[in-house]
């Protein structure tokens, strides 16, 4: 028999936890943790966003606290998510260069089908919203198990600037599989003994 593959409704799973401190100008940054529990099947599509506070509204202020991420200079930053299964995937790479002095990100979602790229980003765009495709394809993930301890790290990687982790989610459509499909009876031999 024969499994069959089908789409399953995308679960998203939030952090709402207490903000992440990103620490200034340290390649080990800051890890932060999120439990994805209850989702049937594989990964068969992942899509991440930096949300924002739905009380707030979101501005390229320092240390804006409805801001998904709030950092200055987000030309520093490295931000990194690996699956329960040990896969880490580079989500940016210092977005727009060393020299984007843009701050924040909210409703910013890094989806494989993203048109832009999020490493094109230019300061005057901050705070990043929209849609952008990530630095490596989120569909290292799938195929995998979505269900266990999820690690976002941010890190900041030159001097003078600072920011916290606030709002994350990850949007998972999982694969599911029916059993089964009999094979037709006319491919199927018998030897009687």
């Known amino acids: 028999p024969l499994g069959v593959a089908s789409s399953g409704a995308p679960v998203t799973t939030s952090y709402t936890g207490p903000a992440g401190a990103i620490p200034d100008n340290s390649a080990a940054g800051v890890d932060v943790s999120l439990a994805v529990a209850g989702v049937i099947g594989t990964i068969g599509d992942l899509v991440f966003s930096f949300d924002r506070d739905p009380a707030g509204v979101c501005s390229a202020a320092i240390g804006d606290a409805s801001a998904g991420l709030d950092h200055t200079w987000v030309g520093d930053l490295i ?24 701050n924040n990100f909210c409703d910013t979602v890094l989806d494989d089908a993203g048109v832009t790229s999020i490493q094109a980003i230019v300061p005057a765009g901050a705070p990043f919203t929209g849609t952008f495709a990530p630095n490596s394809p989120l569909a290292a993930f799938d195929g995998e198990g979505p269900n266990g301890t999820w690690v976002l ?19 998972i459509t999982p694969t599911l599989w029916t059993c089964c499909i009999p094979f037709p009876v006319e491919l199927m031999t018998f030897q009687v003994q």
């Open 79 to 102: 931000v990194k998510l690996t699956s329960p299964a040990g896969t880490t995937v580079t989500l940016m790479s210092r977005p727009g260069g060393i020299g984007n002095s843009g």
């Open 153 to 171: 790290n941010v890190s900041d990687n030159q001097g003078a600037d600072t920011g916290n982790v606030r709002r994350f989610s990850l949007a």
